[in-house]
C-alpha cells in the first residue's frame, strides 16, 4: 500500500465545492493544495472553509492543470462546464472526480469517457449515496442472498429544489440543469442500477413527465419525470424523479426479490429471519437531506484516493456513470415520443 499524499485540486468554487475540500482534508490520503472558481473570492472561501487558506488560488484552469503538487482534480462547476473540463484534466494526466450530472448530452458524456480511457487517469463521479450508510447495508443485504433474486426495484429522488439553494438560478434551466433526471434524479436511477446488478445492463426504457403545475418558478424542464426500465436478467426498474414536491426530502428504496424485500432501512427476509414476524428495522443513517454537508463525502474520497494509490476499483467511475446517464437520454427521448427505447444507444463508428 502506498503512503503517498494525494495532492487535491477543486475547481467551482460553490456550495458542494466546500464539501470535497473538507472530504479531501478529512482523508488521511489527501490533501488539499489549489481551489480555482470564476471568482478568486469564492476560490478563496472554499479553501478557507476547508481550514487551508494558504492552498493556491487561480481563476486559471490550466494554471490549476499545471500545480506541480496537483495529482487529482474535483470539478464541480455547473454541469455544461464538466466536459471541457474533464477532456482537459484528463490530458493533462490529473485523475478527474465529477459532479454529477456528468453532461446534458450523450456526445459530452462519450468524449469524456474517451479522453479518461486515452490518459489512463483514475475517476470517480460524484454519485456520492454509494457511501450512504443504509445504502451499503443495502447492497450488502443483496450481496448476502437476503431477498433471494430481485425482480422489481423501484428508487426514487423526491426534493423539491429550494430557490434558497446556491445552485437554483442555473439548475432549473434547460441549458445548464438539463433535465429532473439529470439535475438530481441521476442519485436515484444511479441506486437502481446498482441495486439491480452494474453489470445488468438496461435494455429497455418508456418515461412520463409532468410540467410544474404551480406558480411559474422558472422551471425550464419537466420537474418530474418517471421512468420504467427493464434489465438485462427481466428485472424491472422504476424510478421517479420529482424536484418541485412540497414535502422534505424523500429517497424512496424498495427491492422485491423471490424470498424478500427491503424497504428503505427495513427488511422482510424468509432467508434469513425464517422466524420474523414484523419487518426488522436497522438502525442507521438513512439518505434523508438534500444538504450537502449531510452527504458522505469522506468516504467517497477514501475510495478513489485507494483507486489511484492502490489500484482498488471505485464505483461509480466514469464507465459506470456513462450507462446511467444513457438511461437518462433514453428516458428523455421515450417522454418526447411516447414510445419506449432500446439501449445500447447509438455511439459512432
Ligand atoms: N453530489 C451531490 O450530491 C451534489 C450536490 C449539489 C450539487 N451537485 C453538483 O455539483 C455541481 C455544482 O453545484 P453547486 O450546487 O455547488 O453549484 P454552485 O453553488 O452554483 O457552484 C458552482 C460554482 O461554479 C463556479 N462557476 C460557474 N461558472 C464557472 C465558470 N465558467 N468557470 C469557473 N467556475 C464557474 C461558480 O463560481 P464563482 O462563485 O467563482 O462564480 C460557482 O460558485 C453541479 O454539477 C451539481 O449538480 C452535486
Known sequence: MSDKVLGAAIFGAGWVAGEHARAYQSCARTRLVAVGSRREESARNCAAYAGVPDAFITTDFDELLRHPDVDLVSITTPPDLHCDLTVRAARAGKHVCIEKPIALDWESCLLMQQAVREAGVKSVVAFVLHWNPSLLNTRSLLDRGAVGTP????????????????????????????SSLLSAGCHALDALRWFAGVDNDVTEVSAYAVPHRGDNTGWGYDPTTVLLCRFA???????????????????????????????????????????QTGWTT????????????????????????AAILDGTPCLPDLDDAVKTHEVIFAAERAAQTGSPVRLPLQRPA
Open 151 to 178: 425482480y422489481y426495484i423501484e428508487v426514487d429522488y423526491w426534493h423539491g429544489m429550494k430557490a434558497s439553494y446556491p445552485q437554483y438560478s442555473w439548475a432549473v434551466t434547460k441549458e445548464q440543469g438539463g
Open 233 to 275: 436478467d427481466g428485472t424491472l426498474g422504476k424510478c421517479a424523479s420529482v424536484l418541485d414536491c412540497v414535502m422534505p426530502y424523500q429517497f424512496n428504496i424498495n427491492i422485491l426479490g423471490t424470498q424478500g424485500t427491503i424497504r428503505d432501512n427495513r427488511v422482510w427476509s424468509e432467508e434469513l429471519f425464517p422466524g
Open 282 to 305: 436497522i438502525p442507521t443513517a438513512l439518505p434523508d437531506s438534500g444538504d450537502v454537508a449531510h452527504h458522505p463525502f469522506s468516504g467517497q474520497m477514501e475510495a478513489f484516493a
